[in-house]
């Protein structure tokens, strides 16, 4: 009967243990994947967030590349175009204001690099607002042709970092803190800020400070030209080739020249350097022992036409 009484008092027993056991599990069970739902949710919150600030951001790399024109030609009939943000001050003002809200109101959720870039940007258009201070309204134009390469290059830089972004940086859910580094390196900012327009071009856009001055600057030289003349059979001939370099003291550029009979040589000749300033052109000294290079006079005709269209005043 003891043994009756207990196997029929036991069975309840380990059943309703075995119920606490059960509730308790699928509490547990309960309890993390509602954990892992709320945590799923705010991820793709955030990651809505991070995306939606990058899109931001990059509406300012689209405007700040964006240009017009006048319907002015340079001597080889390309279209004159200039920034938008510089075609006059009210478009100035209001692409500042955009620039420091877009970068206030999304800090937290841009990338390093995009905030990198951004600060750059920032620092650029500091050191630009000193140059337009006094600068007169009808030479906004003239100076923001000057500077157009540089705007394209900060646009380029920046949409760059956001799309490294796009493609692998939005695994990342980690929203930018102080101890971050927001800036790029003092001297990588002013070795950047050194090969801009703004910076080797001071000198030329000085000129359009503080009175009206209505005349076009010398449109923008790529840091590699090519000058060239076509023969009756369409082959290019009278080939120079314009390397933009630092000058002597480092405080302004000069030009390297370079030539090549025709295409089909395949290898041109350095033979000498000029300058944007004086028009001077300086042959490279050729000793006794060197052998003989050859200009003709084509392209040095070439190359005076370049230096007048193109001389600093």
């Known amino acids: 009967m003891n043994n009756i009484n207990w196997q029929l008092f036991i069975t309840p027993v380990l059943s309703f243990i075995g119920v606490i056991i059960g509730s308790f599990l699928a509490f547990l069970s309960s309890s993390f994947l509602k954990k892992k739902e709320t945590r799923l949710k705010i991820s793709e919150k955030i990651l809505d967030k991070k995306i939606e600030s990058h899109e931001d951001v990059l509406k300012l790399a689209k405007l700040l590349r964006s240009t017009v024109s006048d319907n002015n030609f340079t001597s080889e009939m390309e279209l004159i175009t200039y920034p938008l943000i510089l075609a006059n001050k009210e478009n100035y003002l209001d692409w500042k204001i955009n620039l420091y809200n877009k970068a206030n109101n999304n800090s937290h959720w841009l990338s390093q690099k995009v905030h990198q870039e951004l600060f ?31 705007f394209v290059d900060l646009s380029s830089k920046l949409e760059k970092s956001i799309t490294e972004y796009f493609d692998n940086g939005w695994k990342n859910l980690k929203t930018i803190s102080k101890k971050d580094n927001f800036k790029l390196s003092k001297n ?29 600057p010398r449109t923008d030289i790529k840091p590699v030209t090519l000058l060239y003349n076509i023969a009756p059979n369409g082959m290019k001939i009278d080939m120079l080739k314009i390397v933009e370099v630092p000058n002597i003291d480092n405080s302004g550029v000069e030009y390297e020249l370079f030539f090549q009979e025709n295409e089909f040589n395949n290898k041109f ?22 052998r003989y290079i050859g200009v003709s006079h084509e392209a040095i005709n070439l190359l005076s036409n370049w230096i007048n269209e193109n001389l600093e005043n």
Not at 271 to 283: A, K, P, V
């Open 269 to 290: 000749e350095k033979f000498g350097y000029c300058d944007l300033i004086m028009g001077y052109i300086r042959f490279d000294q050729i000793s006794h022992n060197s």
């Open 188 to 216: 990588t900012s002013l070795n950047r800020l050194k090969n801009y327009n703004h910076t080797k071009r001071y000198l030329e856009i000085s000129q359009y400070f503080y009175q009206k001055n209505p005349k076009l």
């Open 120 to 150: 750059f940007i920032q620092d650029y258009f500091i050191n630009l607002d000193k140059t337009l201070e006094n600068v007169p309204d009808e030479n906004l134009k003239q100076i923001a042709i000057v500077l157009k390469n540089d």
